[in-house]
């Protein structure tokens, strides 16, 4: 079984930070990519950011400059820092892994129950 954990969410205020924290643990042969997508309430769930294994990296239009997605491949862990946080920021923030579970698998999609970020005007 794979278990993907989320931490770090809070309430915070406009301007304010916050890193979010997601580790996989389980039987994990390779992670290919490690996500941050987020939930508004009555929106749809949406790509925030990702980090291949090598790497690169994309991001959600409206986060670009302000935050930075990284992962430590040792630790299985995805990382989520989020600077000049804005109210419309506010959402549950979920971390996904499309990973392979043995040599022999096509990539699956595993989900984090999810972390709530809200921020205050």
């Known amino acids: 079984q794979v278990q993907l954990v989320e931490s770090g969410g809070g309430l915070v205020q406009t301007g304010g930070s916050l890193r979010l924290s997601c580790a996989a643990s389980g039987r994990i042969f390779r992670i290919n990519v490690m996500n941050w997508y987020r939930q508004a309430p009555g929106k749809q769930r949406d790509l925030v950011a990702s980090?291949?294994?090598?790497?690169?990296?994309n991001y959600l239009d409206s986060v670009k400059g302000r935050f930075t997605i990284s992962r430590d491949n040792a630790k299985n862990t995805v990382y989520l820092q989020m600077n000049s946080l804005k109210p419309e920021d506010t959402a549950v923030y979920y971390c996904?892994?499309?990973?392979?579970?043995?040599?022999?698998?096509?990539?699956?999609?595993?989900w984090g129950q999810g972390t709530q970020v809200a921020v205050s005007s």
């Open positions: 996904n892994a499309k990973l392979l579970t043995t040599p022999w698998d096509l990539a699956s999609n595993y």
């Open positions: 980090i291949a294994s090598g790497g690169t990296t």
